[in-house]
């Protein structure tokens, strides 16, 4: 999917008190708020603490609702800063990382048949570091 310039796309943290972890808050972001979302890592157990960490986008109004409807509900909402760093010199300019990036943020340049990183429209997902057959795409992650 191509980025909607009227979208807002965050990476964000939510914590679930034990009392609440069963619920289907995040189905609701879905329904309600007519967010989307990709689930980038989570555990939780029904009477225990969840965490959740999601890419969540929708259009801004509908996102702030939506984060403000989680809040209501004692779910702790934090935005996890990320940022995409590649290794230029060692990059053998494949294409493969192309293939998988939902933003375009990385393209080949059909006369030089380089890859380029706009770092710019990058939303960190992380999807280049898991086919990079060399590893010069890395992910930072900064809580």
């Known amino acids: 999917m ?23 808050l995040v189905c609701t972001l879905v329904r309600r ?3 989307e979302f990709s689930i980038l890592q989570g555990q939780i157990a029904p ?5 959740l960490t999601l ?9 702030r609702a939506g ?6 509900n004692k779910v702790a909402v934090h935005l996890v800063a990320r940022n995409v760093s590649r290794d230029d010199d060692n990059c053998m ?19 030089t048949r380089h890859v380029h990183f706009n770092k710019d429209i990058c939303t960190a997902c992380g999807q280049c570091t ?3 057959p060399v590893h010069i ?6 809580l």
């Open 2 to 24: 191509i980025k909607d310039i009227a979208e807002v796309r965050r990476i964000v943290r939510l914590t679930f008190p034990p009392e609440i972890s069963g619920q289907p």
């Open 33 to 35: 708020f007519e967010l």
């Open 47 to 51: 009477n225990k603490e969840g965490r």
């Open 55 to 63: 890419e969540l986008w929708g259009k801004p109004e509908q996102y």
């Open 67 to 72: 984060v403000e409807y989680l809040r209501e």
């Open 93 to 111: 300019h494949c294409g493969t990382c192309t293939a998988l990036c939902p933003t375009r943020s990385l393209s080949v340049d059909p006369a």
């Open 130 to 132: 898991r086919v990079c």
């Open 137 to 142: 795409m890395q992910v930072d992650t900064l």
